[in-house]
T-cell receptor, first 114, second 115 residues
């Protein structure tokens, strides 16, 4: 599986934007970029995913570099409830195959200061 | 639908005892996953089922670990002769196969402490 590299930790102030980077230099053409986050004492939850184009949903935006070797998860206005570990994961786009599981790294621990 | 449910939330046991955890997935989901997570690490894949068939097992799943999903609904994970190194959070997730990008939905986990 292609690997991702993320900073161990980041800090943000409440109500400010947060940009969480992820490097994936060995990404293949069929790999989608998925982001999950894990709030304290909870299981991970899906945030967003994309292939080539930038993506937006109610939780966040995903900006993908033109060469796809890096991406950035953007939280437009961080709240205290966004304090979590954020995981960037590559997933083969051949859904329905045997590669159903997600491979997690250590992620980025985001702290949000009031 | 209340999401993925795991029981118990916490389990304390003595070394050498057997423990069993239960996971109830989202009702229409046909895939069910087990992960293990230790402090400061991301979740590590253990095994997954599609309906009642166990399709993949990680090398982390030693002979003391066994998982079942007898009717393709709930699943159990049993650890025999527990060791202190088994202390971790055990997470269950479910998904609907053959859907676009197959999002995984996780439970809150069972925290195991082996004394």
């Amino acid at each position: 599986d292609a690997k991702t590299t993320q900073p161990n930790s980041m800090e943000s102030n409440e109500e400010e934007p947060v940009h969480l980077p992820c490097n994936h230099s060995t990404i293949s053409g069929t790999d989608y970029i998925h982001w999950y986050r894990q709030l304290p004492s909870q299981g991970p939850e899906y945030v967003i995913h994309g292939l080539t184009s930038n993506v937006n949903n109610r939780m966040a935006s995903l900006a993908i570099a033109e060469d796809r070797k890096s991406s950035t998860l953007i939280l437009h206005r961080a709240t205290l409830r966004d304090a979590a570990v954020y995981y960037c994961i590559l997933r083969d786009g051949d859904y329905g195959g045997s590669q159903g599981n997600l491979i997690f790294g250590k992620g980025t621990k985001l702290s949000v200061k009031p | 639908d209340t999401g993925v449910s795991q029981n118990p939330r916490h389990k304390i046991t003595k070394r050498g005892q057997n423990v069993t955890f239960r996971c109830d997935p989202i009702s229409e989901h046909n895939r069910l996953y087990w992960y293990r997570q230790t402090l400061g690490q991301g979740p590590e894949f253990l095994t997954y089922f599609q309906n009642e068939a166990q399709l993949e097992k990680s090398r982390l799943l030693s002979d003391r670990f066994s998982a079942e999903r007898p009717k393709g609904s709930f699943s159990t994970l049993e650890i025999q002769r527990t060791e202190q190194g088994d202390s971790a959070m055990y997470l269950c997730a479910s998904s609907l196969a053959w859907t676009e990008h197959e999002k995984l939905f996780f439970g809150s986990g069972t925290q195991l402490s082996v004394l």
